[in-house]
């Protein structure tokens, strides 16, 4: 048999568990696992639990195995696009302020924001977090959080490598958990 008429194993448990055979989707179930990984992935990129997108992966597997097409792909992937629809479907909204709301604390005339906002709670501990950060991830976390630069943004603007740019991200989440449990326990 050429390579390009083999059938992958996932391929050939999906028709049987199509055909109703009970033993070839349990195989299968079990066969999809090296996925959850991806789709956990997914789910945390989409801003959704990931416990909560694994219980979606039967619901994708049931909807491909009604669908699929093996003339158009394969079967994992064909549960793949399910999943990554399901999640799609579940990503909450994102959170709109009102027109007053954004208003509020700005100067009619210019909407330039308010002196009282200078002094508004946010931006005062915002200013206690940067002042007890370590000076080597000062700028980091200006860029990052102040400015609103995504990673490669800021690690272009100091000229830092994709794998530093990640290494300063992870040191800036383990700066934050740990000054979240300190100021728990204060």
């Not at 996925?35 to 990129?45: E, F």
């Not at 579940?90 to 924001?113: F, I, K, V």
């Not at 383990?174 to 204060?186: D, I, N, P, S």
């Amino acid at each position: 048999m050429n390579a390009e008429c083999a059938v992958h194993p996932i391929d050939d448990l999906a028709e049987r568990a199509r055909a109703g055979e009970a033993r070839a989707a349990a195989a299968l179930m079990k066969a999809m696992r090296p996925y959850n990984g991806h789709i956990r992935r997914l789910a945390l990129a989409l801003r959704i639990d990931p416990d909560e997108a694994m219980g979606l992966l039967g619901l994708a597997i049931t909807l491909a195995l009604r669908n699929w097409d093996p003339a158009r792909g394969h079967f994992a992937t064909w549960t793949l696009w399910q999943a990554r629809g399901l999640l799609s479907a579940q990503r909450p909204a994102p959170l709109m302020e009102s027109w007053e709301a954004l208003c509020e604390h700005q100067d009619p005339a210019t909407g330039e924001e308010d002196d009282a906002g200078e002094h508004s709670p946010e931006r005062e501990l915002a200013r206690r977090i940067l002042d007890e950060t370590p000076e080597f991830l000062r700028g980091w976390l200006q860029i990052r959080i102040l400015r609103d630069h995504s990673q490669h943004q800021a690690a272009e603007a100091l000229g830092l490598s994709h794998r530093q740019a990640m290494q300063m991200d992870a040191h800036l989440r383990r700066y934050f958990q740990r000054w979240e449990k300190a100021q728990v326990t204060v």
